[in-house]
Structures are given as C-alpha cells and as structure tokens.
C-alpha cells in the first residue's frame, strides 16, 4: 500500500533524478552550471540559480520534517534564498549535493 508520504517521497525523488512530470530533472538542469553561472541574475531583479537552488532546499526541508513530524523550523536552518558570503565552486558544488540530500 502507497502512502501519502511514501508518494511524496517518490515525486521528489523523481524530481531530482527519475522520470518527473515536468521532464526535466534537478540533476540534468545544475550538472553543466558552475558557481560563477549559478550567481548570474537571468532578469533584472529576479532570483539566481543559486538562490532558487537554495529556496528549494529550504522548503524540501520543511516539507520532509513535518512528513515525520518533526519541528518544521529547526536551529541552524539557512534562511530561504541564502546566497553564501563564500561564491567558490567548491561551495557551490557543496549545495547541489544538499538539495540531493534533502
């Protein structure tokens, strides 16, 4: 029996790496964007790759916590749209491994 949770669980999986409703998953999308690509601003006043990547961790986070109710917001937590003071590639490769994490 599929749960509500369990379906969750395989959409967002499906998302980064599987086979998604949109066709286009979070893995293809980010693997050929470097840090300083992820910090571009596409639209004047819009947000950067780098940013939604973070917004997207930020609510996968939430959305996962109260799933196994758990404190939604927990100490420690990155604010949405975190952009870190340090831009290196290192720190960028660092956050898309934790939105596959998330």
């Known amino acids: 029996m599929i749960t509500t949770t369990n379906a969750i669980a395989k959409m967002l999986e499906d998302l980064y790496t599987g086979n ?6 979070f893995a293809n ?15 004047q006043g ?6 939604i ?3 997207l961790i930020f609510w996968q986070q939430r959305m996962l ?4 109710n758990e404190p939604v917001h927990q100490d420690g937590d990155l604010p949405d749209f975190y952009i870190p003071e340090n831009t290196d590639e290192e720190n960028w490769q ?3 491994h934790h939105l596959y994490h998330t």
């Open 53 to 55: 990547t973070q917004h």
């Open 46 to 51: 819009g947000n950067n790759i780098w940013a």
């Open 29 to 43: 999308a980010l693997q050929n964007i470097n840090a300083v690509q992820a910090l571009q601003h596409p639209l």
């Open 20 to 25: 998604p409703w949109l066709d286009v998953t």
């Open 94 to 96: 660092a956050t898309v």
């Open 65 to 68: 916590r109260k799933l196994q």
